[in-house]
């Protein structure tokens, strides 16, 4: 439990510093015969806050628990 917590934790920064995941679609343009255009755009998948701060609490919740477990 207590490598759930810890994991939890650092999920849950992660999601408040970055606040989304970032990727990259190529999509074709053109393509007639042998000529080809492709685009690359920029998307970012967003994370709410709340989501970065409910992992942070839960995270803590649990390594409290295994501290008074034992």
Same mark, same amino acid.
């Given at each position: 439990?207590?490598?759930?917590? /810890?994991?939890? !934790?650092? !999920?849950?920064? !992660?999601?408040?510093?970055y $606040? ?10 053109i393509d007639? $015969?042998g000529?080809? *255009?492709? *685009?690359?755009e920029?998307k970012?998948? +967003?994370?709410? +806050?709340? !989501? $970065?701060v /409910? *992992?942070? /609490? $839960?995270g803590?919740?649990l ?5 008074r477990?034992?």
């Amino acid at each position: 439990m207590r490598l759930l917590g /810890i994991g939890l !934790v650092v !999920v849950g920064i !992660v999601a408040l510093i970055y $606040g989304g995941i970032g990727y990259n679609k190529q999509t074709t343009i053109i393509d007639v $015969g042998g000529i080809k *255009a492709t *685009a690359t755009e920029h998307k970012q998948l +967003p994370i709410a +806050p709340i !989501v $970065g701060v /409910i *992992a942070i /609490i $839960g995270g803590v919740a649990l390594l409290m628990g295994s501290k008074r477990g034992g």
